[in-house]
């Protein structure tokens, strides 16, 4: 029996078989447990961060606080800057006479490219915002250093200052008939359009003395389409003043000239509807209303009966 058993079933496969089973049974539960561990950690992604996910979102924050942050600072830069330029504009510029600064070119555009390397990232809007401003603010603060620069010569060299600045009235206003045209927008008697008027026209009868405002350079002289017989004075500064339309020119280009100085005479040169003096201010390359110069021989009573000359006007000319 024994032996027949053995014939069968040796002891020796018998103990593999169980060595076998215990084998397969262990694997199970290792895949068993695996699978469960495997569930269990895909459950607990979805509802809470792994360590990893966890750091990455906490970086994300503090970014976001940064850049909040720096937001916050540029936002009180550009309130410190808002009251300088209050003050530049609204006290030391009338204080000094002068017009508000304004430099061409300095707003235009920056090329796009600029920010493209910010594109595509998470935080590109904000990122790209941050340095619009950024860059904005550079702007606002060059146009103020560039001011501050302004009026500090000024302020140093007032007393030249105020005998050049064209603040005279370049004709005898007891010749004056009237302020045919105010400085700005008006629609044009000859071309029937809307075009800005760059001066003021004042009504005078042909031979009028015509007076530099301000003691300057002649850089012009001559005749040009439109101005007629024109001249151009350069202040300094940054000032210029023009007299066109005149019969006579007493003065050539390159001669100095002192305020209060005859340079010509009023004419009808050039495109006009009748004989008057077209005078332009220019700072910096733009044209400024010459109105506000006149404040070196205009008493208020003066200044509020042109204003009401300038509303009541009468006739059109170029
Ligand atoms: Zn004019």
Do not use: C
């Not at 895949?31 to 994300?60: E, H, V, W």
Request: glycine share 8%.
């Amino acid at each position: 029996m024994k032996f027949r058993l053995g014939k069968y079933i040796s002891p020796g496969g018998a103990l593999w078989r169980i060595e076998r089973l215990r084998v397969y049974r262990l694997l199970r539960k290792f895949l068993i447990g695996f699978i469960i561990i495997l569930l269990l950690s895909g459950i607990y992604s979805i509802y809470f961060d792994t360590p990893k996910m966890a750091r990455l979102r906490r970086r994300n924050a503090d970014i976001e606080r940064q850049y909040r942050i720096l937001n916050d600072k540029i936002l009180a830069a550009e309130r410190t800057l808002d009251d300088m330029k209050h003050r530049d504009n609204r006290v030391y510029r009338p204080l000094l006479g002068i017009d508000t600064l304004d430099i061409a070119g300095v707003w235009n555009d920056y090329p796009e490219e600029k920010y493209a390397s910010l594109e595509g990232d998470l935080y590109s809007d904000v990122m790209i915002d941050s340095w619009r401003r950024m860059d904005h603010l550079a702007r606002r603060m060059y146009l103020a250093s560039v001011s501050l620069d302004d009026t500090q010569e000024l302020a140093e060299n007032k007393e030249l200052f105020s005998t050049v600045i064209p603040a005279l009235w370049p004709i005898d206003r007891t010749k004056l008939k009237y302020v045919s045209d105010p400085y700005g927008w008006r629609m044009h008697p000859k071309r029937g359009a809307w075009i800005f008027h760059e001066g003021i026209d004042l009504a005078a009868p042909v031979g009028t003395p015509v007076y530099a405002t301000g003691n300057a350079v002649v850089t012009e002289s001559g005749t040009a389409s439109g101005y007629g017989k024109v001249i151009t004075l350069n202040h300094g500064f940054g000032y210029r003043s023009r007299y066109a339309h005149l019969s006579k020119q007493y003065v050539e280009r390159g001669d100095s000239v002192t305020r209060g100085q005859v340079i010509g005479e009023v004419g009808a040169t050039g495109i006009v509807t009748g004989p008057h003096l077209h005078y332009e201010v220019m700072y910096m390359d733009n044209t400024v209303n010459p109105i506000n110069y006149f404040n070196k021989d205009i008493t208020s009573e003066a200044y509020i009966d042109l204003m009401q000359q300038l509303n009541e006007k009468t006739v059109e000319s170029y």
